[in-house]
């Protein structure tokens, strides 16, 4: 007698991997968001500074990141970078998931030279007033613009910032290329093993339309609840 049907254990180990695939995807959109914000409010301190030096190595970092493909990006750390690094620090990164490791990298890289747009944006949003107040009162330049600026020039980004958010977690997808086991990898991995592309990228799809919308709706609540007054 057969008490169980390898079809049914097939698809629970089908589902299995769809849903590691967004739980993958979901901790590389959470981890590169961690450093690409940072990474990007630095970039537009850097770009509304009043030392040229710095304006000019913002500018390069910029431009020399968003218009470069995040495809190759991607290759170039998961491939290249490794060589770069001395023996012992490349056996470290190649026994802790250098897939993931690599994608975080680049996506973070690559995104946060668009957040830092978007923040220079916001910067330029706040009044001169406000920074002159802030040094008036006793703080240096560095700490006006961490306790001052900053603060307003990221509630003003926040919507633009969250659309960079959905950029993100759509771009998630592309670290298929070099073996993350992220979603598209594990979809097309279900249509490779089962040939039932069909369930497999309708999860995929639903999965990324249902996420990329929960954010935008988040955008949409944070201007209903906190609308851009005119300086």
Known sequence: MQ???????????YHDWLVQGLVLSLQLTAASFAFALPFGALVAVMRTSSFALARGAGAVIVEGIRNVPLLAH?????FAFPELLPEGAREFLYAHNPEAVCAVIALALYSGVHMAEDIRSGIRAVPATQLEAARSLGLGRVAA??????PQALRAS???????????????SVATVIGAAEMMYQAARVETSSFRSVEAFTFATLAYLTVSLLISLAAHLYQRRHPVRPA
């Open 3 to 13: 008490f169980f049907d390898p079809a049914i254990l097939q698809s629970g180990q």
């Open 145 to 150: 613009v961490r306790l001052v600026l900053l």
């Open 74 to 78: 991607l290759l170039f750390w998961y």
């Open 158 to 172: 926040v919507p633009p910032l969250l659309s960079q958010t959905v950029n993100l977690w759509k771009d998630t």
